[in-house]
């Protein structure tokens, strides 16, 4: 793996370890990262309630545990449907930050978010959504 920062190298450990571990990976802030799933307009693209539709992306209910682009009834690229991801905080943090380099060509238009914490702090939000 070629990392940009040490900073950046600590949390892809910490998200190959989390691939292992079941639950209980709690860098973020839920609290913060509610404010901040918002701020970055996540909010325009996805729904987060049990079963809602979406306004363009999937749903994010149950998105951590979830394999990526496995949603029913959510039309994903064909890149998101063969990532062989299964959502957890590492990955989420990796794929807010840089969407189209962790799942190359996916169709989700967002450039990323800039700060790792924030990142963390959408992942461990995103967390809660189950
Ligand atoms: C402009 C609309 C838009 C914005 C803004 C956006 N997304 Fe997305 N998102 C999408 C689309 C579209 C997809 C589906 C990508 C695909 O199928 O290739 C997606 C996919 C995802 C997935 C994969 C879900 C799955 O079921 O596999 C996650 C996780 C995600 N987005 C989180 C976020 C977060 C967190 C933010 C804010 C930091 C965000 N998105 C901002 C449109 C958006």
Not at 9 to 34: H, K, N, P, R, Y
Not at 105 to 114: D, E, L, Q, R, S
Not at 118 to 129: K, S
């Amino acid at each position: 793996m070629i990392c940009r920062s040490s900073i950046f190298a600590a949390i892809g450990i910490i998200g190959l370890v989390s691939f292992g571990a079941s639950s209980a990976f709690a860098a973020g802030s839920a609290a913060s990262g509610a404010k901040l799933f918002t701020a970055n307009i996540c909010s325009a693209c996805h729904a987060i309630a049990k079963g809602n539709p979406s306004p363009v992306g999937p749903n994010l209910f149950g998105v951590v545990g979830r394999k990526a682009g496995s949603l029913n009834g959510y039309a994903y690229s064909p890149a998101m449907k063969a990532a062989g991801l299964t959502w957890d905080e590492g990955t989420l943090v990796k794929y807010v930050m840089s969407p189209s380099i962790v799942v190359p060509a996916n169709k989700m238009v967002f450039a990323g978010i800039k700060k790792e914490q924030d990142a963390e702090d959408v992942a461990a939000y995103l967390a809660t959504l189950k």
